[in-house]
Structure formats: C-alpha cells, structure tokens
C-alpha cells in the first residue's frame, strides 16, 4: 500500500510541476542498513543469543540422553532371569518412574525450542525496526532540498524493483551521506592496521626539507 501511494505521489508531482524544478532524491535503504555501525552490533548480539540457546539445548539433550542410558540399563536388568520377584518388580518401577522424566524432558525440549525461537525472531524483528526508524530519521533530516525522496532498493511483491531506471541527474542518490551520518560516533576501529615501527621511525628521522 505504501509503495502504491508513492507511485501515486511521484506521479501526481510530475504532473503537478514543472519536470525541471522537480528536485528527486534517492536513497538505497539496503545499503544504508547493511553500513549503519549498530547493524553489524546487532548482528553480533544475535550470533551470541543463538549460540546461548544451543548451548541451554545441548544441556538438554545431554541430560535426556543419560535418561535413556539409565532406562537402558533399567530394562536389561529387569530381564535377567536370575532376578528374583521383588528386585524385578523394583527395576520395573524404577524404569516406569524413568520412562516418565524422559516425556517430561522431551515436552520441556519441545517447547524450549518454540518458546526460544520466537523470542529471537521477536527480538530481531525489534532491533531491525529500530535501527532501520533511526535509518529514517536520518534520511527526513537530509531529505529538505528535495521535493521527493525514493528508496532506491524498493521492491514490489513479485520481487521486481520498483523503479527500474532512472536517468543520470534526474535524481541525486545521497545514501553515502546518510551512511557518513549514522556512523559519525561509530566506536573506533580497534582492528585498524597500526603503521610499522621502522616505517614510523624513518619518517621521524627523515630531513625536513629546506623552506
């Protein structure tokens, strides 16, 4: 619907007024996502919060897989046929009471599974709307000189973008300054490439040339 209506609103501007005097700017949304400094902070944040879920999982099925060692064990003794009756009928109770903690574990697995995944999903799908009405809030700020703005990675429904061409100078793409923007108190680069020490030391120790 959203689409449509910007469809209809550049339309209805290049109808309106003069194509001369029709400012357009665009901005390539994917790719401003793809930069901004905190998407790639989130990514990580998400990598960390999956592998905490495999980790709680993994505990999980080690601890079903010692139940079914256990109820193993259980089943074969209660076949020897050395047993007497009473220490049968123990094993037996005691393989019945096993049985029942594996189904047990087996639901909490289930729904720990279900219960975690849609809470990553509701978590990215937070982070990802913030980040990207923060993308927005950035664009509208930079979006004055322009009469339009157009998201240059738009899409319709079939996958097919939405303007498939524009023609040089009709539209100004200003996502670079958008980016410049949303990373201007990005944290320092701690995996920057320090300069050498013996380059350093030769252009401390180079002549300064005569004025």
Do not use: H
Request: charged share 35%.
């Amino acid at each position: 619907m959203n689409k449509l209506l910007t469809l209809a609103l550049a339309v209805g501007l290049t109808g309106s007024m003069n194509a001369a005097d029709l400012k357009i700017g665009v901005v390539d949304m994917n790719k401003a996502f793809g930069e901004y400094y905190k998407t790639k902070e989130a990514a990580t944040k998400l990598e960390g919060n999956v592998a905490k879920v495999k980790e709680e999982l993994n505990e999980r099925w080690a601890t079903y897989k010692k139940l079914m060692d256990d109820a193993e064990k259980l089943d074969k003794g209660r076949r020897d046929p050395v047993l007497g009756q009473e220490a049968r009928a123990k094993k037996e109770a005691e393989l019945q009471g096993k049985a029942q903690e594996i189904k047990s574990l087996e639901r909490d697995i289930s729904e720990f599974q279900q219960r975690r995944q849609g809470q990553l999903q509701q978590e990215q799908m937070q982070e990802r709307k913030g980040l990207y009405d923060e993308i927005m809030t950035i664009v509208k700020a930079k979006s004055a000189p322009y009469d339009m703005v157009l998201d240059k990675a738009a899409v319709g429904g079939s996958g097919v973008p939405i303007f498939l061409n524009l023609k040089d100078g009709a539209a100004q793409d200003f996502t670079a300054e958008v980016i410049v923007e949303l990373n201007k108190n990005a944290p320092a680069d701690t995996g920057e490439k320090k300069e050498e020490p013996k380059k350093a030391e030769e252009k401390k120790d180079a002549p300064k040339k005569a004025k």
